[in-house]
């Protein structure tokens, strides 16, 4: 039995409200699998690949590109088999409290309405008229995306002399000329991702630093965090690392982050209470263990991506990830789920950081760890002084889901398992 489902704008993040949808990846009547791209969204963290979450058939685009609105406006309509499956990802914890992503169509009617933009459907019928979530944010001058904007500057080409073919007059990608890169094909997408995002503007910069902002103000009000901090003996595995690199090259390399996530990811099955998220006054611990690592972005601000099923992951297999991450960040190419369902979050001062951070949690998450620099000491075992590798790892948490005692259990489960570097 197929049902139809409402396509939203994800929750990238408790810092989002809002996404300029910038191109449709699919068109009424073509089949998606899970994972398969829907469409590019610019967002304050980049150019984002929204992805399907259940395999189906697109019956609606409602929303012509190029268009902002906020998390939770409905974009599409999918038919699907069976019942709808919402993503296995947590709710928004801002204050437009909507579904992310893909979720099943409910009977009241959304709060705020705007006009409907219709593209026809799969099957002949009359229309649906249901209304779409607000809106098109107001504009100032020439109507045209951030990466619109982008390409034109890159380009040189002055906007106000294009004719738009979108809603409004609004400049698309396929208005800009030719030696402009179009978002046609898989190759050419390439040719976007890699430019809108390289070199982001002082206006960019200073709307994600005030997204930050309020995300962690509003951390900070609502979660009674408590903090704890234990230093490590990291000597084997600093021995460990060298040996397993000594015959590699730089980029068949493991860093000491790698390491750290998959002893994180084994430590928290023993402490469920910190890997989860706490949404409507209900902890949801989360069976799978998805590690979101802070990057900080060149241009200024930061960006979380998780890594999925970090548990299950070798730590060659981390590293790869970490690389992969890191690279598409920094160009501001990301997918939907890899912001929408870390279940913890990493942040790694690396080697020019300080001995210790303590982090703010990001909500609806309930923990955050900070690894401090690692550097040498004298470290005192029984009556012998000896010269040690350490790391001081901090950990932030929720205190309305756990306590102290949890969280200095944990700390020392992770320092134990430190010194096994060859089992993890």
Known sequence: MSKIIDVTMPSLGADMTEGTLVEWQASPGEA?????????????????????????VITELLLEPVVTVPVGSVMARMSVEGEAAPPAAPEPSHPVEQAAAIKAPVNKEPVIKAPVIKVPAVSPGQPHEEAVPQPVRPRQGVLASPVVRKLAGEQQLDLSQLSGSGPGGAILLRDLPASAPEVKTAETRTDIKTKTRTAASPDTALAMRSAIAAAMEKSKREIPHYYLSQEMDITQAQ????????????????????????????????????????????FTPNRAVHIGNVISLREGGLVVPAIHDVDQLSVEAIMMRLRDLSERSRRGVLRSSELMDASITVSNMGERGSDLLFGVIYPPQVAIIGIGKPRKTMLVKGDQPRVADVVTVSLAADHRVSDGMTGARFLNALANTLQKPEKL
């Open 32 to 56: 998606l699998d899970k994972g398969d791209i829907i469409a590019l969204l610019e967002t304050q963290k980049g150019l984002i690949e929204m992805e399907v979450y259940q395999p189906g």
């Open 239 to 282: 021995r460990w690392l060298a040996d397993f690199n000594a015959d590699r090259g730089p980029e068949e390399r493991i860093l000491l982050l790698a390491l750290m996530l998959k002893a994180i990811a084994q430590s928290l099955h023993k402490y469920p209470a910190l890997n989860g998220y706490y949404q409507q006054q209900t």
